[in-house]
């Protein structure tokens, strides 16, 4: 019903930047909450970011001040900024999207909850 698709990542130099985005496609209706995971395979997986359906964001420590987020509802794509990378950033990235879907049924439309996951990107960050 509802794919996400991940992009942007690559490989980047110490003090580079990236931008990823996780566009939206198939049934979704809405976008409300976003957040973004990254995982190494000696690392459990880790939120680094998030926003609120109202907007707020939060962020991991370890990337405070160097990404942010936002959201573009009309192409329901979310995007995560990353600046100032460094090596410890080198990681498989995963967006998780929380949203509505809206089906027909008969003669009603029908909202649904729920929540998908992209399929990853790699980021690596290395002179």
């Known amino acids: 019903q509802v794919q996400l698709v991940e992009s942007g990542g690559g490989l980047v130099e110490p003090g580079g930047s990236l931008r990823l985005s996780c566009a939206a496609s198939?049934?979704?209706?809405?976008?409300?909450?976003v957040e973004w995971y990254r995982q190494t395979p000696d690392k459990q997986r880790e939120l680094v970011a998030s926003i609120t359906s109202g907007g707020v964001t939060n962020f991991a420590d370890s990337v405070k001040g160097r990404f942010s987020l936002s959201r573009d509802s009309a192409k329901m794509t979310a995007y995560l900024q990353m600046n100032s990378l460094q090596p410890e950033d080198t990681a498989v990235y995963y967006c998780?999207?929380?949203?509505?879907?809206?089906?027909?049924?008969?003669?009603?439309?029908?909202?649904?909850?729920?929540?998908?996951w992209g399929q990853g990107t790699q980021v690596t960050v290395s002179s």
């Open positions: 198939g049934s979704i209706f809405t976008i409300d909450a």
């Open positions: 998780h999207v929380e949203g509505s879907t809206r089906r027909t049924e008969t003669d009603r439309y029908v909202y649904e909850s729920g929540d998908y």
